[in-house]
Every structure is written in C-alpha cells, then in structure tokens.
C-alpha cells in the first residue's frame, strides 16, 4: 500500500468515526446520561438545549448541596464564618453558591470547547492533513481524551483528596471542623473540578502536539492560511478561557477573605498556566508554518538544482526561469515564521490583566484607602 493510499484510508477512517460519535468524554457521557433522565421526567422526545441540562443539574446539585449543609448543622458555621468577615446574608449565600456554580459550569465549559476543537480537525484539518503520523498522533490525542474510565478514576481521586484538603484549611480557619455535610458538598465539588483539570490537561496536550503536526498550507505564505488564523483563533480561545476561570478564581478567594495565606500565591499561580498555555500555543504554530515553509522553499530550490544541471546558462530561458526561482524563494523565506499579530498580543495582554483586576476589585476597599488623604 502506497504512502498515499494509506494518508486517504487512515482520513476517511477517522472522519467516520468521528461522524459515528464514536469519541466521547466523561463529560459527553454525563450529558447524555442527564439529558435521558430529563427527556423522560418532560417526556420530550428531541435532544434538550445544553444550557437547559446545565442549569437543572447546577440547580439540583447546589440545591442538594444546601439541603445537606442545613441538615448536618454546617449551614450555621459557614454563616457565623460570613458574620465574622463582616459580610451580609445575601453575600454569604452568593458565596455559597458561586464557587459550586464555577466548580459545574467549568468541566462543561472546556468540555464544549473540546468540541469545537474536534468539530475544526473533522471539517476542515483532516483534509489538509499530510501525514500519517499526524493522523495517528491526533487519534492517540482523542483516545486519551476520550478515556472516561481513567477520567472517572481520576475524578474520584482528586475529588476526595482536593475535598478533604479544602475542607481542612477552612477548618484551620475557623478553629474547629466543620462538619460532614460540609465535607461532602467541597469532596463532590472538588471532583467537579478535578474533571476540569483533566480535560485542561488534555487540551495542553494537544498543542504540544501540534508542534509535530504537518498541514497543507498556502505554499507562497503559509502563516497567511485561514486554517493557521482558525486555529491560532481556538487555541487563543482556551487562553482567554482559563483567565475569566482564573479572575473568577482570584475574585471568589480575594473576596471572601478565608484563605488569606492563599492568595499571596494565587496570582504567580494563575499567571503562569496562562503564559504556558500562549506560549505553547504559539509555538507549535509556528513549527507547522515553518515546516509548511521549508517544504515550499526545498521544491523550489530542487526545481533550481534541476535547472542548473543542465549547464545550459548561455540559453536566456534557463537563466530567466532561475531568476524567477529565486525571487519566488526569497519572496517565500521572508514570510512570518508565526501566527503572532497585534491582535493575538493584546488578547494574551488583556488575559493577564484579567485575573489583575480581579484581585483589585476583590480587595477594592483597601485599594480605595491608598488614595484616602488621613487628616
């Protein structure tokens, strides 16, 4: 079987399996599981809105979650620890609330960018797609993605450990334990973010990967293809993604005031995942524009080493048609070697100042007395 025959075989084989579904997260399966319990309880017989299965699970949960806290005491520590820091009722129960929205809403937020990314390869990056190799490494990309069994297992993990650790430091806090309703609602909330980080996991994955990915670009100018500007647009997305998660973060924490150890690293924390998420990203782009380049420029100076084997630099023709060579490749060599513009720039510029003016505002009354002349 011919290297080309194979490339075709292996394509059509993953856009069919794509097209069957035959790829879905732990995310993917829970949504689909909720949908068919939501269409029974309705009695609908098309597939539910996303936005509607999100908020009747992010209802129910919270709703459970506050049942439980009230059941099991733990309602009235965490309203005493609201009295202690000087907040109100209504700002203690958006403080409650808040975070368990930020723990559910995130996995199916990232999980739905995931689907957008494997939506791109099925339309558009399959068909321009020039090795095997790069079909066989986005493949192995979706298989790991897509392991619900691991994924659960490592749900379940970080959900207990991420849940009794946070449920420790608030008990550090307010100097006694704060019950197992409590415990219960941050160990079911830590596993809804633990399942985020795996899925993030996943998608800095696949930009390293991409660093090995070979792509039918445009010859002339491989950084001014449309499926470069597609892709540099969603892997921007995930940048900006994680700094509104990150602000959200930063604000919740600078806000509440129950982790004031925590916050002296939260901003060197949630800064450098945004700045390795865009530096990966663009560099892995900029390996597929280079590759796209140098494969361009080895034709045409193949095409030149042809010409000039002939010997024939007295015929006009032949010096003219190197000439013309050369320009083309001297054209081609001074192309961008990246996809990074103005625009991309000031997208990561404005990501780093997110989770910035999420701390301002969090600590927005001691920001005000720095600009209070005291008599």
Known sequence: MSTNSA??????????????GEYKTLVDKFLDRADRILRRMTRSSKPLPLWYIVAIVSLTIIFFSFLSAVASGAWIVFRSLIESRGLGSTLGIL?????????LASPIAINHYIGRVVALWQDSVLEATESTVSLNEFENWLKKICNWQLHFLITIIGGILGGLYLTAIVSTQIHMFVGYGLASINIVLSMFS???V??????VLLSAMLRRYELRLFAADPSSSELVSRLSSELSFVVYFFAVYAAIITFLFTWSGFLPSFVIILMPGLWLPIIVLFILNQT???SIIRRAKWKTLNEIQTKVEKLQATENFAEKETMDAINRLMDYHDRVKATRNSAVNLGTTLNFI?????????FILGNLDLVLNLFVRKP
Do not use: D, H, Q, W
């Open 194 to 196: 633990t399942a985020f």
């Open 95 to 103: 403080g409650f609330i808040l975070p368990g929205i930020l723990a």
């Open 7 to 20: 490339l075709i075989e292996k394509r059509e084989e993953l856009k069919r399996r794509l097209a069957a």
């Open 350 to 358: 404005n990501s780093l100042l997110l989770p910035l003016i999420a």
């Open 198 to 203: 795996y899925l993030l996991l996943g998608v």
């Open 284 to 286: 892995s782009l900029s």
